[in-house]
Each structure stands twice: as C-alpha cells, then as structure tokens.
C-alpha cells in the first residue's frame, strides 16, 4: 500500500476507527506530508495515552482476576495543612475505563483537575466522602484521623467493593481483601480517581473558608503553611478553623 494514494482525512480516519495493522502504521509513518505526520504524530501520543492509564489498573486487574469484581480505591487530601478539614473519598471505576490524564492529583494543575472531576462524577459506578473536621483532628490526630475516614467512606459505598486499594494507609479491620500502595495515587487509576475527588472537594471547601475568614488567603493556599498564611496567623492570630494541635498554632500566645 502506498498511503500517498490516500488522502489525509481518509488516513485520520482509519486511524480514528482503528481500522489499522501495525504494518500500515509504519507505511503511515514514512509519509513525506506535513499533514499526515501531524496526524500519525497525534494517534502515537493519543495510544501512549492510553497506554499509560490501561498501566494504572494493573492491581485492579490482578484483583479481577481472582473473582473481585468490585474495587474501590481510596485516598484522602489536606493531611498537612494547618487549617481546615481532611477529605477522604473512595471511588468505584468501571474496570479499565479510559480517564485521559489521570495522575495523582498533586500532578495535576487545577484545570485538568476539575475536567478529570467532572469525568469521575460522571462514569464512576460509586463516589462516597467524609469530611474529618478539625476538631476531630485535635482530638485523636490526623493519621487516626485518616483512618476514621477511610473506613467511614467504604462502609459507605454502594455498592459494597469486594477488594479495596488505598493509598499508604494499612486499614487492619477491612472485612475484605486491601492493598496500601505507597504513592498508589500514582500508580492506580481507582487510588487516583479518589485522590482527585478528595482533592477538588476540599479545594472547594477552603474556597468556602476564605469566604468566612477572608483574611487568611484560604483559596489561594488552600490553609497550608505557605509564608503568606503564617503572616497571617501572626498578625490576625488562629481562628476557629486552624487545627489547634499543629504548629505555630498549637503555641500561639496571642
């Protein structure tokens, strides 16, 4: 086949409709126009793509594998703050669905964030969250913290995940098979979807925050340690939302 005989919408769209073998591509690919290599270019980078996200349900799959059929992961955001709640979500994917540039969320700028969000809400088959107050936080820390969260969000799953995998955290009283992943919102599509609910939420919460207590710069630094925020503890003092075991707060003098 000699693809200078076809016209380059009809190569995008044999590629589009993958009506293609491996052996047409590399004709595809010794095309001297412009115009095809940009196309093959763009097929390469879209099945790298897909590639890359069908590598993130790797553990997903070997627990498919072995008859569980429903697999949450689960993962949590604002650990390290000073202010504000820890979030905590799991998330049910449909298995192997394709979510272009799924990552762990601290990857993520906010834009794509919010677009792979929306796509979450939109195809996962169950999405649950728990918001851990800081008060709770002060009161039995934020790992225990966590953990309360964790189990309070695949209990309340529905339906009920047959295996779950979780980012870093061991969750000993699980009735079901787990896995802790260290940096498994970087390696697991279900961990990752959860890291990226977890993470807009809260986002969303602090947003709401700053509203509250404008001074603080809230939804800007979303209540971490930034030298914006400290300025601000320090001249204002804490207020009713910063986590009163973390420091400088918990040996504020004001």
């Not at 589009?16 to 095809?36: G, S």
Request: charge should be neutral; hydrophobic fraction near 40%.
């Amino acid at each position: 086949m000699n693809s200078k005989n076809l016209a380059v919408a009809h190569i995008k769209e044999m590629l589009l409709q993958k009506n293609v073998c491996e052996e047409q591509i590399n004709i595809f690919r010794n095309d001297t126009r412009t115009a095809v290599a940009q196309v093959v270019r763009k097929w390469d980078k879209e099945q790298c793509e897909l590639a890359r996200v069908q590598n993130l349900y790797l553990n997903e799959y070997e627990y498919h594998e072995k008859g569980y059929d429903i697999i949450a992961g689960v993962d949590e955001a604002g650990r390290g703050p000073l202010a504000g709640p820890v979030v905590v979500a799991a998330v049910i994917l449909p298995l192997g669905f394709h979510i272009p540039k799924i990552n762990d969320s601290k990857k993520l700028s906010a834009k794509v964030r919010e677009e792979i969000y929306n796509c979450i809400i939109q195809h996962a088959i169950a999405i649950e969250r728990a918001i851990i107050d800081e008060q709770t936080i002060d009161e039995i820390n934020i790992y225990q913290a966590t953990v309360k969260g964790m189990y309070m969000v695949i209990n309340g799953l529905q339906p009920r995940p047959k295996a779950v995998l979780i980012d870093a955290v061991p969750l000993d009283q699980l009735t079901m098979p787990s896995l802790s992943l260290i940096k498994g919102d970087a390696i697991s599509a279900s961990i990752a979807a959860a890291s990226i609910i977890a993470k807009v939420e809260r986002d969303q919460f602090m947003n709401e925050l700053d509203e509250k207590y404008p001074m603080y710069g809230f939804a800007k630094h979303k209540g971490y340690g930034t030298a914006e925020h400290l300025e601000a503890i320090r001249k204002y003092g804490p207020c009713p939302v910063h986590r009163k075991s973390f420091e400088p707060i918990k040996s504020w003098r004001g």
